[in-house]
């Protein structure tokens, strides 16, 4: 983000709300600039929209500025880091096949969020709807026809700094791909193991058996 329009929220999450006349004070600019700045941050759903402030004294009344909710995904987290200790404490804690199960009900929980596949459902449909959940989680993915099936890929994956030392996540990505699709593909790439993305094999289970007849 623009350093200026970084440093305005910078401002406004510790003060709460603030004026232009605040902001233009604080940043050494005038309101016209200030004001730029604000619409920009206004129109990224970043900021909302301009609240009356009431005078002690005589005057033309003021308006005070706040952030949204959204903001709050600008300013730094620590969710991996979270994450790795409630894995190592967990890990700890509860034998392999409990922590299995525990990922099987993540992973169960997720996948309830698409339609399960129905028996008429092609596997192209299936894969597009798996497609269009994975990208709404961050994944990058898509995917092709190859021979004798179909080759998944994905380019991002939400886990990657917990996979060194935690590969759950990718026992929980196999259990929730194979819950939407119906099946369970093959893992031939991933980034666990150093490649750059994730790619899985997808059977096409109507070609086999048209060839086994």
Same mark, same amino acid.
């Given at each position: 983000?623009?350093? =200026?329009?970084?440093?305005?929220?910078?401002?406004?999450?510790?003060?709460?709300?603030?004026?232009?006349?605040?902001?233009?004070?604080?940043?050494?600019?005038?309101?016209?600039?200030? %004001?730029?700045? #604000?619409?920009? @941050?206004?129109?990224? *759903?970043?900021?909302?929209?301009?609240?009356?402030? %009431? %005078?002690?004294?005589?005057? %033309?009344?003021?308006?005070?500025?706040?952030?949204?909710?959204?903001?709050?995904?600008?300013?730094?987290?620590?969710?991996?880091?979270?994450?790795?200790?409630?894995?190592?404490? !967990?890990?700890?804690? !509860?034998?392999?096949?409990? #922590?299995?199960?525990? @990922?099987a009900g993540m992973a169960q929980r997720l996948s309830e969020q698409v339609p399960s596949p129905q028996p008429s459902d092609t596997m192209p449909q299936r894969l597009d709807r798996l497609i269009k959940f994975l990208n709404a989680k961050g994944y990058l993915a898509r995917w092709r026809r190859g021979e004798g099936g179909?080759?998944?890929?994905? #380019?991002?994956?939400?886990?990657?700094?917990?996979?060194?030392?935690?590969?759950?996540?990718?026992?929980?990505?196999?259990?929730?791909?194979?819950?939407? @699709?119906?099946?369970?593909?093959?893992? !031939?790439?991933?980034?666990?193991? *150093?490649?750059? @993305?994730? =790619?899985?094999?997808?059977?096409?289970?109507? =070609?086999?058996?048209?060839?086994?007849?």
């Amino acid at each position: 983000m623009q350093a =200026t329009r970084q440093r305005i929220m910078e401002i406004l999450r510790e003060r709460n709300t603030a004026t232009v006349d605040e902001l233009g004070t604080a940043l050494k600019l005038t309101s016209v600039t200030v %004001r730029h700045h #604000l619409d920009i @941050l206004r129109s990224e *759903g970043l900021v909302q929209a301009p609240q009356v402030k %009431r %005078r002690e004294s005589p005057g %033309r009344p003021q308006h005070v500025y706040a952030l949204t909710e959204t903001a709050d995904e600008h300013f730094p987290k620590n969710y991996a880091g979270f994450s790795k200790l409630m894995l190592h404490e !967990v890990r700890g804690r !509860v034998e392999p096949k409990e #922590l299995d199960s525990i @990922l099987a009900g993540m992973a169960q929980r997720l996948s309830e969020q698409v339609p399960s596949p129905q028996p008429s459902d092609t596997m192209p449909q299936r894969l597009d709807r798996l497609i269009k959940f994975l990208n709404a989680k961050g994944y990058l993915a898509r995917w092709r026809r190859g021979e004798g099936g179909f080759v998944l890929q994905a #380019l991002n994956c939400p886990y990657h700094a917990l996979l060194h030392e935690h590969p759950e996540p990718c026992v929980m990505d196999m259990s929730m791909i194979s819950r939407i @699709l119906g099946q369970t593909p093959e893992r !031939v790439e991933s980034m666990a193991d *150093g490649s750059h @993305l994730c =790619t899985y094999l997808v059977k096409d289970k109507k =070609t086999e058996a048209a060839a086994s007849h």
